[in-house]
């Protein structure tokens, strides 16, 4: 069962272009989150998404980021026009479903390798 | 709003000793999991150990457990007879059990072990 899976690994950007990450859950998960770490600080957490639907976007920044996990294919992060303030690592999370009480093996995200963006 | 406290930007113990990274955080829920994930280089964020707070027995797994203290919301964690292979960048994180399903994390200990 492969784990999940983000593409690119690192990307590299100038300002003002756009970057678009991938990300592939693992198989039967249908939950996505996706964390931004900035060098030398923890994660930190930016929108939670099921199939089509945002759940849970309170991380976003209110301008040129935006996600989408459609009905097929990967999970997308997307950053317009791209400022070098964005250089990041951007990891991807992926569920089986949301956690229930008292059933922890339901609730554990499993990490992807991250994306490395560089804008120069 | 959860916070996520590790007061240790750094810490280093020699191969095979014992050494304890700390973590405090801020909830006003009482029901909650805590976490401690590992980064190496290679960036790949593990999950080293869980803890439910409803659970009073500390966490376990192999040479990694924790110290839960409840009700001063503190949640250490304990790496005995250390080896080479956990130096790593390590990350407290919470997260609740109702609603939000987020992870919250700390700023992270950088753990280095001395030969």
């Known amino acids: 069962n492969a784990g999940v899976m983000q593409n690119p690994r690192h990307l590299v950007r100038r300002r003002g272009q756009e970057a678009r990450l991938r990300c592939s859950p693992m198989?039967?998960?249908?939950?996505v989150y996706w964390y931004r770490q900035l060098p030398e600080e923890g994660l930190k957490f930016m929108v939670y998404?099921?199939?089509?639907?945002?759940?849970?976007e309170s991380g976003m920044p209110k301008e040129r980021f935006s996600a989408e996990f459609p009905k097929e294919g990967p999970s997308i992060l997307r950053i317009q026009q791209v400022v070098r303030g964005d250089s990041a690592a951007y990891f991807c999370?992926?569920?089986?479903?949301?956690?229930?009480?008292?059933?922890?093996?339901?609730?554990?995200?499993?990490f992807g390798p991250g994306t490395r963006l560089t804008v120069l | 709003a959860q916070t996520v406290t590790q007061s240790q930007p750094e810490m280093s113990v020699q191969e095979a000793e014992t050494v304890t990274l700390s973590c405090t955080y801020d909830?006003?829920?009482?029901?909650?999991?805590l976490f401690w994930y590992k980064q190496p280089p290679s960036r790949q964020m593990i999950l080293v150990i869980r803890?439910?707070?409803?659970?009073?027995q500390n966490a376990t797994e192999n040479r990694f457990s924790v110290n839960f203290q409840k009700a001063a919301k503190s949640f250490s964690l304990k790496i005995s007879d250390s080896q080479l292979g956990d130096a790593a960048m390590y990350f407290c994180?919470?997260?609740?059990?109702?609603?939000?399903?987020?992870?919250?994390f700390g700023q992270g200990t950088r753990l280095t072990i001395n030969p």
């Open positions: 999370a992926s569920s089986p479903r949301l956690g229930l009480p008292r059933q922890p093996l339901v609730y554990e995200q499993f």
């Open positions: 198989k039967g998960h249908s939950h």
């Open positions: 998404l099921q199939k089509e639907n945002i759940i849970d």
């Open positions: 909830t006003s829920e009482s029901d909650y999991y």
């Open positions: 803890q439910e707070a409803y659970k009073q």
């Open positions: 994180a919470y997260r609740r059990i109702q609603g939000a399903q987020k992870l919250v």
